[in-house]
């Protein structure tokens, strides 16, 4: 049975966890420290074992992928020492196939090992930081799985979504306008019915690949994360919400919502870099069971700026993924890799697709339809469309593009009143949130004139291999680059308007 704990392991093989053996408090301590060895990329995870005001055995887990590429690739049952567009080629691959999970007996669900029901049911055992000096309160749902039951069609969705401690027996759950859940529970309310629902701390971190992405909402994740690793999900039916629950979870929290059961939550430090939006009214769940087991870790995600922020990397490489498989759905030819920026606010702010151009207004069709496809739409600004010769998921070989092959007054579209999410600190007053715009780039060569175009300075292939064959004899201590782009010989043509401008000369 695939777990956080069997992850955990393949973490620590590659040198990549670092445990915490020495008492920190969970009042700002240990996302302090999470921010501070986050500066650097490639920081390991960090697994607290000694948090204040904690029973003993109970832990907390920052930084679970962080920047960190392997640790991405470790739980998306891939192997190491790929690129991250490789990595993202596949996932989008693997988005392809669908496996509904596996129903397994409660009794054997590791996460049933400790249940405690109604009155004896108490939120806050558990070791729920408060991450930022500002946030309003203990946030016990950072990194979760948020699970609910579509009242129409009947299929598990799951999320992830922040929740804040509100007494032993309530916690708030927030959401965006737009979110699956939200939609969800209000058919529920509409009808004046109560929404059950599951908050899942450490499950098997595939599942936060899924749960934190955009899907059909008419389909469950629990199947792409099936198709993803080529095996089922294990999970239990609930018997106190019906709920299809990962049985390895390390942590389960499940009540049900109330219609009209709402109070000020709020605010919290967001992936932007910034608190989201004031202390609002939020609705709150009334928790009937908690399950957990011996020694349970409790998942947390830092929101912050690069290079900090947990989410950056690991979803960049799945949002990616899923804008290019969507681009594909929709019959677009010629993309040779799309990449969101961990850098740009989580990995939501830019994406950079580079393409073959084919056909006159290709360049311009990508950005339009890459700005709005399900998997792309959400809060996204900039969207940056490069030829094949860049590399995109390179922000220096991007930036070059956009300085030479753009010109700003023809090359960049606005869309305007598009997606976007209450966490924007740049929309005021905060009411505006919800709608933001998008710009699109066309950082291409101009199609009309491609052949009159200038010529990128090019190494001859010849010439690049023979260096790389003599690497270590200049005593670098580095690998050489990889460079997939050079000079053909067929291809020395000196552009036309190159030609004329010489004979003006003369």
Same mark, same amino acid.
């Given at each position: 049975m695939r777990d956080l704990r069997s992850w955990l392991q393949q973490v620590e093989e590659i040198g990549e966890l670092q445990t915490i053996r020495a008492e920190m408090d969970w009042n700002e301590e240990t996302s302090a420290l999470n921010y501070m060895v986050g500066q650097r990329e490639g920081a390991p995870a960090l697994l607290f074992e000694n948090i204040k005001d904690t029973p003993p055995g109970f832990r907390a887990l920052h930084n679970i992928f962080g920047t960190s590429k392997e640790r991405v690739a470790a739980a998306l049952g891939m192997p190491h020492g790929k690129s991250i567009i490789e990595l993202i080629q596949r996932v989008r691959a693997n988005f392809?196939?669908?496996?509904?999970?596996?129903? =397994?007996?409660?009794?054997?669900?590791? =996460?049933?090992?400790?249940?405690?029901?109604?009155?004896?049911?108490?939120?806050?055992?558990?070791?729920?930081?408060?991450?930022?000096?500002?946030?309003?309160?203990?946030?016990?749902? /950072?990194?979760d799985v948020?699970? /609910?039951?579509?009242?129409? @069609?009947?299929?598990?969705?799951?999320?992830?979504?922040?929740?804040?401690?509100?007494?032993?027996?309530?916690?708030?759950?927030?959401?965006?306008?737009?979110?699956?859940?939200?939609?969800?529970?209000? !058919?529920?309310?509409?009808?004046?019915?109560?929404?059950? =629902?599951?908050?899942?701390?450490?499950? @098997?971190?595939?599942?936060?690949?899924?749960?934190?992405?955009?899907?059909?909402?008419?389909?469950?994740?629990?199947?792409?994360?099936?198709?993803?690793?080529?095996?089922?999900?294990?999970?239990?039916?609930?018997?106190? /919400?019906g709920l299809l629950i990962p049985a390895s979870a390390e942590i389960v929290i499940e009540g049900e919502m109330r219609p009209g059961n709402e109070a000020m939550e709020g605010p919290f430090g967001e992936f932007t870099g910034y608190y989201g939006r004031p202390e609002a009214r939020t609705p709150i769940i009334d928790v009937k069971c908690v399950r957990y087991r011996r020694d349970p870790i409790l998942t947390c995600a830092l929101m912050a700026d690069y290079p900090a922020c947990e989410q950056s990397l690991m979803f960049s490489i799945v949002r990616s993924a899923r804008i290019w498989a969507d681009l594909e759905k929709l019959g677009v030819p010629g993309i040779q890799g799309i990449f969101s920026f961990p850098e740009a606010a989580g990995g939501f702010g830019a994406t950079a697709i580079s393409i073959e151009q084919r056909y006159p207004g290709h360049a311009s069709q990508v950005a339009t339809l890459a700005a709005q496809v399900p998997s792309g739409a959400y809060y996204s600004k900039y969207i940056i469309v490069v030829d094949e010769d860049v590399d995109c998921s390179d922000i220096h070989q991007v930036l070059w593009a956009m300085s030479t092959r753009s010109d700003p007054e023809t090359d960049i579209e606005v869309l305007r009143n598009t997606w976007s999410t209450y966490l924007d600190p740049t929309k005021n007053p905060p009411e505006e949130r919800p709608y933001g715009s998008k710009a699109l780039i066309n950082a291409c060569k101009?199609?009309?004139?491609?052949?009159?175009?200038?010529?990128?300075? !090019?190494?001859?292939?010849?010439?690049?291999?023979?260096?790389?064959?003599?690497?270590?004899?200049?005593?670098?201590?580095?690998p050489p680059p990889q460079i997939r782009h050079f000079e053909q010989d067929g291809s020395l043509v000196v552009p036309e308007f190159a030609k004329s401008s010489e004979r003006e000369m003369m």
């Amino acid at each position: 049975m695939r777990d956080l704990r069997s992850w955990l392991q393949q973490v620590e093989e590659i040198g990549e966890l670092q445990t915490i053996r020495a008492e920190m408090d969970w009042n700002e301590e240990t996302s302090a420290l999470n921010y501070m060895v986050g500066q650097r990329e490639g920081a390991p995870a960090l697994l607290f074992e000694n948090i204040k005001d904690t029973p003993p055995g109970f832990r907390a887990l920052h930084n679970i992928f962080g920047t960190s590429k392997e640790r991405v690739a470790a739980a998306l049952g891939m192997p190491h020492g790929k690129s991250i567009i490789e990595l993202i080629q596949r996932v989008r691959a693997n988005f392809l196939r669908k496996i509904p999970p596996q129903v =397994v007996p409660a009794a054997s669900a590791p =996460v049933n090992e400790n249940i405690r029901r109604n009155g004896q049911a108490d939120i806050t055992i558990f070791p729920a930081p408060k991450m930022w000096p500002l946030d309003g309160g203990r946030y016990l749902g /950072t990194w979760d799985v948020f699970l /609910t039951r579509d009242l129409e @069609d009947g299929h598990i969705n799951l999320g992830t979504y922040r929740q804040m401690i509100k007494s032993p027996r309530e916690l708030f759950v927030y959401w965006s306008p737009g979110k699956d859940a939200r939609l969800q529970a209000e !058919r529920y309310w509409q009808r004046g019915r109560s929404f059950p =629902v599951a908050a899942v701390y450490g499950p @098997d971190p595939l599942l936060f690949t899924v749960a934190s992405t955009t899907l059909p909402k008419t389909e469950s994740e629990y199947e792409y994360a099936g198709g993803m690793i080529g095996q089922p999900v294990e999970v239990f039916e609930s018997d106190v /919400t019906g709920l299809l629950i990962p049985a390895s979870a390390e942590i389960v929290i499940e009540g049900e919502m109330r219609p009209g059961n709402e109070a000020m939550e709020g605010p919290f430090g967001e992936f932007t870099g910034y608190y989201g939006r004031p202390e609002a009214r939020t609705p709150i769940i009334d928790v009937k069971c908690v399950r957990y087991r011996r020694d349970p870790i409790l998942t947390c995600a830092l929101m912050a700026d690069y290079p900090a922020c947990e989410q950056s990397l690991m979803f960049s490489i799945v949002r990616s993924a899923r804008i290019w498989a969507d681009l594909e759905k929709l019959g677009v030819p010629g993309i040779q890799g799309i990449f969101s920026f961990p850098e740009a606010a989580g990995g939501f702010g830019a994406t950079a697709i580079s393409i073959e151009q084919r056909y006159p207004g290709h360049a311009s069709q990508v950005a339009t339809l890459a700005a709005q496809v399900p998997s792309g739409a959400y809060y996204s600004k900039y969207i940056i469309v490069v030829d094949e010769d860049v590399d995109c998921s390179d922000i220096h070989q991007v930036l070059w593009a956009m300085s030479t092959r753009s010109d700003p007054e023809t090359d960049i579209e606005v869309l305007r009143n598009t997606w976007s999410t209450y966490l924007d600190p740049t929309k005021n007053p905060p009411e505006e949130r919800p709608y933001g715009s998008k710009a699109l780039i066309n950082a291409c060569k101009e199609h009309k004139h491609l052949k009159q175009f200038s010529k990128r300075n !090019r190494l001859r292939r010849e010439v690049y291999e023979r260096l790389v064959a003599r690497w270590n004899e200049f005593g670098m201590k580095f690998p050489p680059p990889q460079i997939r782009h050079f000079e053909q010989d067929g291809s020395l043509v000196v552009p036309e308007f190159a030609k004329s401008s010489e004979r003006e000369m003369m």
